[in-house]
């Protein structure tokens, strides 16, 4: 059930608590005007010929009980008008009105239910279209031919400026209400909460105000032709859902893009059937386009001009009118063909050799780190590794894509990743280094080596008073906080890393995982602090909760929490690992999705935390909480706090869940290159 639809069903509570709570709060502030404990009940009647009010002395509980069944009403005529449940709730607040004397001498109660059920609303009591919506801003909201009702701390105020059949009737609630407006035709309308003020032109229904000890409620229902409100704060009813964009061909991510390529190729979906106007742009510009009045649908973009070997980022914007949706993503095109780099300039290869007994299964598209010092590569390459490449065969073959995490020409150490088509665990893998070509361009293409199920790849390999550069297509870069200096770029666990100071060093991101199910984190950590630090968060920045935080209670235990507020919402697991030892360790949080469960991995070995008081965290995933920013290294919410004390390096998200042979399988290669491959002999070319 909806958020909109369970504040309705709670209409009954809120006037209770309005009644038995903010009364007794107004004896201290007005003075008594009944000395028999009881109130005034105004009941007015809006028709279409007349109109007329009475007034009746009641007590709290007679009150109380006319507005709950007046809010029931409200429920049952806003979610379903035409069942048998709300006709039979009119029949019985007409007869309770009756019952209490509150119908006016000039109205029976037939004239009454007619108001109830006026004449031109009957062709509308069966199915709804989907054609149309309210006029809505954050503050405002508008609706047409419309049921109206609403409840509140206020007063009504029927005045009749016009001639009939039209009348003018408002409301104000100075100290909060809750009104609602929906289309006949199309069942859509708005739901006001908060303090407001409304009208209702063309009204045919009734209204209840009741005074007790100088406070006053009120409640009011019926037909308008035109309702508006203006409120602190508006929602749709029932609530909106947003338009989806899907089926994005190329995909995100996806390599070997034929140059050739005529169209970018997409699917945009609305649940409610509103029509929806998009706009596509791509980077480099190599096509756009626009649509209005769209239906769902499948749409194209032409394309012209695409370059060989070239990333293009392409992002999309679809909107109904009250949601707009943006998707981003990339494709890049064709490599070169097969060739012999001894042909082409290149003076030198070594090969490589994967060990496959490192390798716990087959695995596809696998980022192989290389870290090594190489005499050879010091006295042969470029100074800054530019002609560097990777091959997947010797002579005449393909191309790999990789990326240079650190090279320093002085001593040859490399630290570079590779990305490896497929790695076996049957057979030992191997590929090829070639180097010695003095007038080469840069080889690396980091983006070719994080393909599209990367969502950010962080090195934390630069000087950290820039920009905190991902290596993916998703440009998800971040921003150093505190006083992080470049004295903080240290060496790390693969190649250099950050430190932060465990006071006010952190890394801000903005929110990117909002719409993950299910994915992972990877993490290297160094530590010998005893006090709790975060690796990896996810929280408000303008409130302390709701946060998701990977990393490190007191002492050693290695961490995952998650909190919002509410009841039965906290989940804390710990495990003693020895995680504060001053070693590298790598830490990995694996969500398998909605109610799928979690993984913990803890230098590459799966391990079960311990849940505090038995809690299961079952429903914890990267789109449990509403955040608007992500972290490294502490929370970023206005306490600041879970500051990480040490070192951290190569910290990854990806937004499918990795398997344990992934898990370990990386692990192995990382934590150690050198017994995870060899490298043979240098081989000159001929």
């Known amino acids: 059930m909806s958020k909109n639809y369970r504040k309705i069903i709670a209409l009954g509570i809120i006037v209770f608590f309005i009644a038995e709570l903010c009364i007794p709060f107004s004896q201290s502030s007005y003075s008594t005007t009944k ?115 609403g409840d509140g701390a206020g007063l009504l105020f029927p005045m009749f400026l016009l001639p009939r059949p039209r009348f003018i009737m408002g409301w104000s609630a100075p100290y909060g209400g809750i009104t609602t407006a929906t289309n006949m035709l199309t069942a859509k309308g708005y ?13 045919i229904g009734e209204g209840l105000m009741y005074s007790y000890y100088g406070y006053q409620i009120y409640s009011f229902l019926g037909y308008a032709l035109i309702a508006t409100t203006t409120a602190e704060d508006l929602e749709y009813v029932p609530p909106n859902n ?19 390529l005529a169209n970018l190729q997409f699917r945009i979906q609305d649940p409610d059937g509103d029509f929806m106007k998009y706009t596509v742009t791509t980077n480099p510009d190599v ?46 095109t064709q490599g070169k063909p097969p060739f012999d780099p001894f042909s082409q300039g290149w003076a030198y290869r070594k090969k490589i050799t994967v060990n496959h007994t490192q390798v716990s299964r087959d695995l596809t598209d696998f980022p192989f780190l290389i870290s090594v010092v190489d005499q050879n590569l010091r006295d042969h390459a470029q100074a800054n590794g530019n002609d560097i490449l990777f091959m997947d065969n010797e002579g005449v073959a393909s191309q790999l894509g990789h990326e240079i995490e650190y090279y320093d020409g002085a001593t040859g150490a490399l630290t570079a990743w590779v990305r490896l088509p497929t790695i076996s665990s049957a057979q030992d893998t191997v590929l090829y280094m070639y180097y010695g070509n003095p007038s080469s361009p840069a080889q690396q293409f980091p983006e070719r080596v994080w393909d599209g199920n990367y969502e950010a790849v962080w090195h934390l390999n630069t000087n950290p008073v820039g920009p905190v550069l991902d290596s993916t297509a998703k440009d998800n870069d971040g921003t150093t906080e505190g006083d992080m200096a470049a004295s903080d770029l240290t060496a790390g666990k693969i190649g250099r890393c950050f430190h932060f100071d465990g006071f006010d060093d952190f890394i801000s991101f903005a929110d990117f995982t909002s719409s993950m199910n299910a994915g992972t984190c990877v993490a290297w950590v160094q530590t010998t602090s005893t006090n709790s630090g975060a690796v990896w968060g ?89 955040t608007n920013t992500h972290s490294i290294g502490g929370l970023d919410r206005p306490m600041k706090d879970v500051q990480w004390d040490g070192r951290l390096d190569e910290i990854r998200i990806l937004k499918t869940p990795m398997d344990t042979a992934w898990v370990a399988t990386e692990f192995a290669n990382q934590n150690n290159p050198s017994g995870f491959s060899s490298f043979g002999p240098e081989v000159p070319g001929s």
């Open 35 to 149: 000395e028999n404990g009881n109130g005034t009940l105004t009941c007015y009647f809006f028709g279409k010929k007349m109109s007329s009010k009475q007034d009746v002395e009641l007590s709290v509980n007679e009150a109380t009980m006319i507005f709950n069944l007046m809010s029931q009403l409200r429920t049952e005529m806003t979610l379903d008008p035409a069942s048998n449940k709300t006709e039979s709730l009119k029949i019985q607040l007409v007869n309770t009105l009756d019952q209490k004397g509150l119908l006016p001498s000039s109205v029976t109660k037939d004239t009454w239910l007619s108001a109830l059920n006026p004449t031109w609303n009957e062709p509308q009591q069966g199915p709804r279209k989907k054609s149309s919506f309210p006029k809505l801003s954050a503050t405002h909201g508008t609706c047409t031919l419309c049921m109206v009702a």
């Open 191 to 203: 739901q006001a909460e908060g303090t407001q003020t409304g009208t209702a032109f063309g009204f």
């Open 242 to 260: 947003p338009p989806s964009i899907a089926n994005v061909q190329p995909s995100d991510g996806q390599d070997g893009v034929p140059s050739t």
């Open 287 to 332: 096509g756009s386009a626009s649509g209005r009045l769209k239906p769902s649908g499948v749409y194209t973009v032409p394309l012209s001009d695409l370059k060989s070997n070239s990333i293009y980022r392409w992002t999309i914007e679809v909107s109904d009118g009250k949601v707009t949706i943006t998707e981003k993503g990339s494709f890049i």
């Open 538 to 626: 996810e929280a408000d920045s303008t409130s302390n909760k709701p946060y998701i935080v990977l990393g490190k209670y007191s002492d050693d235990l290695f961490m995952f929490a998650r909190d919002v507020y509410g009841m039965d919402s906290n989940y804390q697991g710990r495990l003693s690992t020895g995680m504060n030892d001053g070693q590298w360790h790598q830490i990995v949080w694996l969500s398998r999705g909605s109610g799928n469960g979690n993984a913990f991995y803890f230098d590459g070995h799966q391990v079960s935390l311990n849940w505090q008081d038995g809690q299961n965290p079952n429903g914890i995933w990267f789109d449990d909480q509403v």
